[in-house]
């Protein structure tokens, strides 16, 4: 077969094909264009699978090497901004999961366990060479930076000075992953920390990279924390609570949080208030997430907080993933040992896609301020 199968009139005659071109001219993209956002179809069946599938088709076709893209983050920002995406069928079991998601909690204690074995245990090997030194995963902060270890440091120094830390205080990290902003908080601001993760896997590393430091990392569940801080910090880690424990993750965070404390929230967000999380990512990279809405986040803290601040830096989000991917090809070499080609089509897909999807303004990060009873005399948030 040619590097494309369209050379066969045999598929420019099929209906699937006339369907597909005609959706993906809408968004400005070209069947075995020229422009680094078109696709090269190598498989004749990928129009029909797309369309009967919808997104889940679309990514699974290209981790079986069914279409080429040069510049997948350009396809996804063209494909998100048309609201192609919407015109896809949902596929029978996108509407089961989604019923399924509304009437169960798919992250109950038992299932919230499942996220840290299949994604964040992936391997330290992996994380550690697409990451930043401090091992931020989560949106970094790009206002004075160049490099991605300058914005990852802002974003930490921008979370700090949100807290207003000082020395001595007793800090709770709710998701710590690898345990960066602990020990930054630790060693810079004289802090205690406590940080509590899922991943087994980023415990053991969060440890080790936090040895002699006030800092202790904890493998267990947000509900199960019972004691009192005077902050506490949660970084991507509310996109895995789930619409049906938001009051309760915020129940948590009040039962945890002297009178006079503050809370700061750093969270993905949704333009949309639904359950409707994308099918591919759902399976293959962040099972049983859902994204946060405002209105979702301002229900859950009605009579619990008083919101200090509301900060979006989403657009910075395009930029950290791109880092990510251009050092995650670049380590490709020295990881391939360990991962498969799949897998190296699976990631680079998810990171382009998640980029044109910051990029189009389709998500949002917010990092959200919250006390229980309002600070006296207000806040001046950093920017």
């Not at 369907?19 to 993906?24: F, P, V």
């Not at 396809?75 to 949902?90: A, I, M, N, T």
């Not at 019972?226 to 880690?237: A, E, F, K, L, P």
Request: net charge neutral.
């Amino acid at each position: 077969m040619s590097s494309s199968c369209i050379e066969d009139f045999s598929v420019q005659d099929s209906h699937w094909y006339r369907i597909a071109s005609e959706m993906l001219q809408s968004a400005g993209i070209t069947i075995n264009g020229n422009q680094p956002c078109d696709i090269i179809v190598k498989n004749p069946h990928f129009f029909k699978r797309v369309l009967q599938e919808g997104s889940l088709g679309l990514g699974e076709s290209y981790m079986d090497g069914w279409w080429e893209c040069e510049r997948l983050d350009i396809f996804f920002q063209k494909v998100v901004r048309s609201g192609l995406e919407k015109k896809l069928p949902h596929h029978l079991k996108d509407i089961l999961r989604i019923a399924v998601a509304r009437m169960t909690n798919l992250q109950s204690q038992k299932r919230a366990w499942i996220v840290g074995k299949e994604h964040y245990d992936l391997g330290n090997d992996l994380f550690s060479q697409m990451l930043d030194p401090y091992m931020q995963y989560s949106c970094a902060y790009w206002k004075d930076a160049t490099t991605l270890e300058e914005a990852q440091e802002a974003k930490l120094k921008l979370i700090s000075e949100k807290l207003t830390l000082k020395p001595g205080m007793r800090v709770l990290d709710i998701g710590c992953g690898w345990g960066g902003l602990a020990a930054f908080m630790a060693r810079n601001y004289g802090v205690s920390v406590d940080g509590v993760t899922i991943s087994a896997e980023q415990q053991k590393l969060a440890q080790q990279r936090c040895a002699g430091l006030d800092v202790n990392i904890l493998l267990q569940d947000y509900r199960d924390l019972h004691n009192q801080y005077d902050r506490i910090v949660s970084v991507g880690m509310f996109e895995h609570v789930g619409p049906k424990n938001y009051q309760t993750y915020f129940d948590v965070v009040l039962r945890n949080l002297k009178p006079d404390g503050l809370f700061v929230l750093h969270t993905i967000g949704s333009n949309k208030t639904d359950m409707n999380v994308d099918p591919w990512i759902n399976k293959y990279i962040f099972p049983n997430g859902c994204l946060p809405s405002v209105r979702h986040i301002a229900d859950a803290t009605e009579g619990r907080f008083v919101m200090e601040d509301w900060h979006n830096i989403g657009a910075d989000y395009d930029r950290t993933l791109m880092a990510w991917y251009e050092r995650f090809t670049k380590a490709w070499p020295q990881l391939e040992k360990n991962y498969s080609q799949r897998f190296f089509r699976m990631f680079s897909y998810y990171l382009n896609a998640c980029a044109g999807a910051f990029r189009a303004r389709d998500i949002q990060l917010w990092q959200v301020v919250l006390t229980p009873t309002g600070m006296p005399g207000g806040l001046r948030v950093p920017r």
